[in-house]
């Protein structure tokens, strides 16, 4: 699966987008190039609506998008004066949608034909379904993680980070991964513990009884936080195989990989301390702190090497 670099808009006569579900596609932009009207088409053919929340971009994606849906009433663009964060502008994008179903997607995200039918017919199944999301897809067609998964606890994500889930087989229970792509896909929507907020429709019933989206989170973790409060206010999560997004995971994020990396876990910290801390010993907190940020340097020295490498590799060209 590729992301097409040429794009045969169709447009369509007064009055068809009635005819489509009432669902409010937000789609969180900041420099994600040709892939944002990729989404953005992909998501008109299926919606009434499409918010575009865009942080401050620096490249033309915002302009380019304009563009092409130049005159199409159903896509409307908010420009914020600064980089807020995923959360805070996903908070701006639910504030100006109109629909009763919403659905958060990344811009590197393309939802297939019949994705949104999908999602909503899962949702509308169950009216304690909060949430919902779908099969994340590599460009190779292979199922990403994150799109369904457990809630990684400290302990969890101990067990990943050690690679202790390999016992899994003899002691599933205790050494259990979170991640579940692993695991059979299964043939018909199931209720899981978090989605991903890269692809992820919510009732507005639910978000007036859980709350927005915490925008004490910068960038990642925001929607494993979500995904717990719907759960403590007793809102099912599910995951639909069957509405299927092929998603260039990272695409929006390569060019900055210090930054994302730093926000990605100061989130993980926020997210331990909020739902964990009263759960675990203090000297086990102070273990996970420890390993999170451990982490970030080993991850922050493998970029750093990766940088230097590329540098050195260009200055011999040069030379």
Known sequence: ???????????????VSASKPCVSVIVVNYNAGRLLTDCVQAALRQV????????????????????????????????????????????????????????????????????VTELLAALLGDPRAGMVGGLLLNADGTEQGGGRRAVPTPWRSFVRAFGLSRFAARWPKLFFDFHLHKQPLPDRAIEVEAISGACMLVRREAVA???LWD????????????????????????FVPSARIEHALGACSRTRPF???????????????KFFRHQY??????????????????VSAYHLARRTFSLFRMGGRDA
Not at 287 to 295: C, Y
Request: negative net charge; aromatic residues 14%; hydrophobic residues 45%.
């Open 48 to 115: 009434r609506e499409v918010v575009v929340v865009d942080n401050a971009s620096a490249d033309t994606s915002v302009a380019e998008c304009e563009q092409v849906f130049a005159g199409n009433p159903a896509l409307r663009v908010v420009r914020n004066a600064c980089n807020l964060g995923f959360a805070a502008a996903c908070n701006i994008g639910f504030g100006e949608a109109s629909c009763e179903y919403v659905l958060f997607l990344n811009p590197d995200c393309r939802i297939e034909a019949g994705g």
């Open 209 to 211: 009884d859980v709350g």
């Open 281 to 298: 010993p203090g000297f086990l907190m102070w273990l996970v702190a420890f390993g999170v940020w451990f982490r970030f340097g080993l």
């Open 259 to 273: 930054f994302v990396e730093w926000h990605k876990h100061r989130g993980m910290m926020r997210f331990y301390r």
């Open 215 to 238: 925008e004490a989170y910068f960038l990642h973790c925001e929607d494993l936080d979500w995904c717990m409060r719907f759960r403590r206010r007793e809102w099912k999560i599910m």
């Open 1 to 15: 699966m590729t992301f097409p670099m040429e794009l045969n808009v169709e447009r369509e006569p007064e009055g």
